[in-house]
Nanobody
């Protein structure tokens, strides 16, 4: 199976920075898009940033110019560098791996996977 493990969340003051990491484990042959979502209390989960296998990216307008997504295909890891953090960035951040081709132990399979989430809290 495939697991996504996030790290790097925490408490930071407004204007500060954090870097989130999400590593996919398992016998993985390829991953299509990798994404970061976030969900604030009482709000719907929203897409923050996306990076395609080839490296092109899309970023939500609310974080453009402050957040940067990157990935290391050799390590099956995606990162989110968050600068100039604001209190409204407070949320649980989730990583997502799209169209993962992996070995189950018996055969190849394809699936999409979510991380468990990591809390980011920005104080004013």
């Amino acid at each position: 199976q495939v697991q996504l493990v996030e790290s790097g969340g925490g408490l930071v003051q407004a204007g500060g920075s954090l870097k989130l990491s999400c590593a996919a484990s398992g016998t993985i042959y390829s991953i299509n898009d990798m994404r970061w979502y976030r969900q604030a209390p009482g709000k719907e989960r929203e897409l923050v940033a996306l990076i395609r296998r080839g490296g092109s990216t899309d970023t939500a307008d609310s974080v453009k110019g402050r957040f940067t997504i990157s990935r290391d295909n050799a390590k099956n890891t995606v990162y989110l560098q968050m600068n100039s953090l604001k209190p409204e960035d407070t949320a649980v951040y989730y990583c997502y791996a799209d169209t993962v081709i992996y070995w189950t132990g018996i055969n190849r399979a394809t699936g999409d996977f979510w991380g468990q989430g990591t809390q980011v809290t920005v104080s004013s």
